[in-house]
């Protein structure tokens, strides 16, 4: 099975909207992470923000946060008020910690999001 | 700091060649890793290490290997390269404990096999 599952391959959404990205993740490890990354046409990879399994707060970066929702399993990013230079890749991953975190992250297979003027 | 550093950027070889990717951290990280990315599936992880001398598989290792003899080395071999190992491949490190583990990626390496 699938540890983290992206359901939009891709994305159109206008500029100045706010966009959700949708992820759901599969674990039985009580300790993980979740992570956001960004990878524009340019191809590095940027990470975005991060949420643990035990913070009781949604994780904030800008405009950007995560609707963490732990019994759904679900760890959607939100953008707020989109802009052309967000258009890109966007990664969901997880990390296990209960196992020394030695497996490193584990990645869904992305959403690709374009941003119109 | 230069962070994580791969060479080469980019590289084309025929079936049956041989090459390896580098990859160099200059943070001190003790865990490394190698991953590849495909249209449509994102990064699987090939290999990785918790430290020098130390190495294991990951979701698709068949055809490549790994050794680290230092903490800033984790060099990836192809020893007989094959069309289905046309890809990009990145390297990234990170910490193993005390930290979330966000990992840092090198700039991607973009192979293909004619």
């Known amino acids: 099975a699938q540890k983290i599952t992206q359901t939009q391959p891709g994305m159109f959404v206008q500029e100045k909207e706010a966009v959700t990205l949708d992820c759901t993740y599969d674990t039985s490890d009580p300790s993980y992470g979740l992570f956001w990354y960004k990878q524009p046409s340019s191809g590095e990879m940027i990470f975005l923000i991060y949420q643990g399994s035990y913070d009781q707060q949604n994780a904030t970066e800008g405009r950007y946060s995560l609707n963490f929702q732990k019994a759904r399993k679900s760890a959607n990013l939100v953008i707020s008020a989109s802009q052309l230079g967000d258009s890109a890749m966007y990664f969901c991953?997880?990390?296990?910690?209960?196992?020394?975190?030695?497996?490193?992250?584990?990645f869904g297979k992305g959403t690709h999001l374009i941003i119109q003027p | 700091n230069a962070g994580v550093t791969q060479t080469p950027k980019f590289q084309v070889l025929k079936t049956g060649q041989s090459m390896t990717l580098q990859c160099a951290q200059d943070m001190n990280h003790e865990y490394m890793s190698w991953y590849r990315q495909d249209p449509g599936m994102g990064l699987r992880l090939i290999h990785y290490s918790v430290g020098a001398g130390i190495t294991d598989q990951g979701e698709v290792p068949n055809g490549y290997n790994v050794s680290r003899s230092t903490t800033e080395d984790f060099p990836l071999r192809l020893l007989s390269a094959a069309p289905s190992q046309t890809s990009v491949y990145f390297c990234a490190s990170t910490f193993i404990a005390g930290t979330t583990g966000e990992l840092f990626f090198g700039e991607g390496s973009r192979l293909t096999v004619l």
């Open positions: 991953a997880m990390r296990e910690y209960s196992g020394g975190g030695a497996d490193g992250l584990t």
